[in-house]
């Protein structure tokens, strides 16, 4: 098991919901930005939603924006990616993302990816 481990992706009709879940563990991403990327089959991965580490700062791209909402749960090491008003361009595989200060470098955690799928 990684650093990073996301959980909530299922398959859903357009319009619906999915709340997505990552939980970092050793507090690897404590004290640090955290992200949500998606990556669609044959499409470059994309950033979707980034929050400060104490959610103050929040940004999400354009064609999320309105739909999605990013959160985070420090006490519990674990970001969220609350997803609503689905549509099948949303389809992809969902990946966590932080960069951290650790070891003397910055190191670049994702994890393993959790599959949305929107079917219409």
């Known amino acids: 098991q990684g650093l990073l481990v996301e959980s909530g992706g299922g398959l859903v009709q357009t319009g619906g919901s999915l709340r997505l879940a990552c939980a970092a563990s050793?507090?690897?991403?404590?004290?640090?930005?955290m992200d949500w990327f998606r990556r669609a089959p044959g499409k470059e991965r994309q950033f979707v939603a980034a929050i400060s580490s104490g959610g103050s700062s929040i940004s999400y791209a354009d064609d999320v924006k309105g739909r999605f909402t990013i959160s985070r749960d420090n006490a519990k090491n674990t970001v969220f990616l609350q997803m609503s008003r689905l549509i099948p361009e949303d389809t992809a595989l969902y990946l966590c993302h932080c960069r951290a200060f650790q070891f003397h470098t910055w190191n670049d955690y994702w994890g393993q990816g959790t599959q949305v799928t929107v079917v219409s």
């Open positions: 050793e507090r690897t991403c404590n004290g640090y930005n």
